[in-house]
């Protein structure tokens, strides 16, 4: 009877002890929730507060705007009459921004970008994963050494490349490919090194026997690429795709420096209009987070639809 009470004893010691467990990390978890969301709070915040009110006495203090309104949103879409525009920077000039004209432009490039590292980086992939030839583990040793490669070191030498390609690669014969859509696409385009370790990674967890019947039926390395592995690796390949897509609509230093034409300019570089400050003036902080938050809203959009997916394709992979 005695060891019946310890044991029970026991169970409830340890059932207490699995709760407050479970309390402590939800309380972390929703901690880390608040930390991780609150500069996107504090962002809307900005968007939904003029820049006069921004700059008054105490417009920066406190959990929630002083007076909103959706002027800067406006402002950002080209929908805001002149006194609209002069109410939400404070300014008469304010800056030029297209809205539309910068999404397109990083719709273009970040699919681009996107296709072509997903079908390159699944070749190069394959090729490490399944074929054997000399020198394999060197080649791919190179590719895991160039994830550890600031890309600072690559800007100069990849700057000077883009601006003497030869006119009948549709450059120009004064700027190469400066201010195009391929100067902003070309270093990116054909493979990262991570995009090839994402998917070597899953490569090599394929059964061999699928690959050495359809070698029996007389299909060929590259068929057997498009017509088995492809559809296999297709959630792996869509994931890689969105991490592709959302990198770069995310980047910002390398348009910044060969795209500045605002007709092939990407939205991460056409908002840099609003940090410009004028004389006497502040910069435009509430016009800046608006179209931040319309830059972000379709990459926020893309995680909600895929997020689920690109977790599992990660962890599927292999990689920690």
């Known amino acids: 009877m005695t060891a019946a009470l310890r044991d029970m004893a026991g169970r409830k010691e340890v059932s207490r002890a699995a709760r407050m467990g479970r309390g402590v990390a939800w309380a972390l978890l929703v901690l880390l929730m608040i930390v991780t969301l609150f500069p996107f709070y504090w962002a809307l915040r900005t968007a939904l507060t003029t820049n006069p009110d921004l700059f008054a006495p105490g417009g920066a203090e406190g959990l929630l705007p002083p007076d909103p309104t959706d002027v800067n949103f406006k402002r950002v879409l080209g929908r805001a009459t002149d006194a609209e525009i002069q109410e939400g920077s404070g300014r008469e000039n304010s800056a030029s921004f297209d809205y539309l004209l910068g999404l397109k432009n990083s719709v273009i490039i970040a699919t681009v ?3 072509g590292q997903v079908f390159f980086s699944a070749l190069a992939a394959y090729a490490l994963a399944r074929l054997k030839f000399k020198g394999r583990e060197a ?18 030498p990849n700057l000077l490349l ?15 490919w400066l201010n195009t859509y391929q100067g902003a696409i070309a270093p990116f385009f054909l493979m990262t090194p991570f995009a090839v370790f994402f998917l070597r990674q899953f490569f090599l967890s394929i ?55 605002p007709e092939v300019a990407p939205l991460t570089v056409t908002l840099n209009a609003f940090s410009v400050q004028q004389p006497g003036t502040q ?10 938050l319309l830059a972000a809203l379709p990459v926020i959009l893309i995680f909600a639809a895929f997020g689920r997916r690109i977790v599992d394709s990660i962890q599927f992979s292999g990689i920690k």
Do not use: C
């Open 139 to 156: 080649v791919f040793f190179m590719f895991i050494a160039g994830m550890m490669l600031p890309p600072i070191f690559i800007l100069i």
């Open 113 to 115: 970008i996107a296709i």
């Open 207 to 261: 059964n061999r026997s699928l690959e050495e019947a359809a070698l029996i039926d007389g299909a060929n390395h590259f068929r057997i690429f498009r017509s088995v592995i492809l559809p296999i690796a297709s959630p792996q390949l869509v994931t890689m795709g969105v991490l592709a897509y959302v990198t770069a609509w995310n980047e910002f230093f390398w348009p910044f420096v060969v795209a500045k034409d």
């Open 283 to 292: 910069p435009d902080w509430s016009g800046l987070m608006s179209g931040t």
């Open 162 to 176: 883009m601006r003497d390609m030869p006119t009948w690669l549709f450059g120009d014969a004064n700027s190469g």
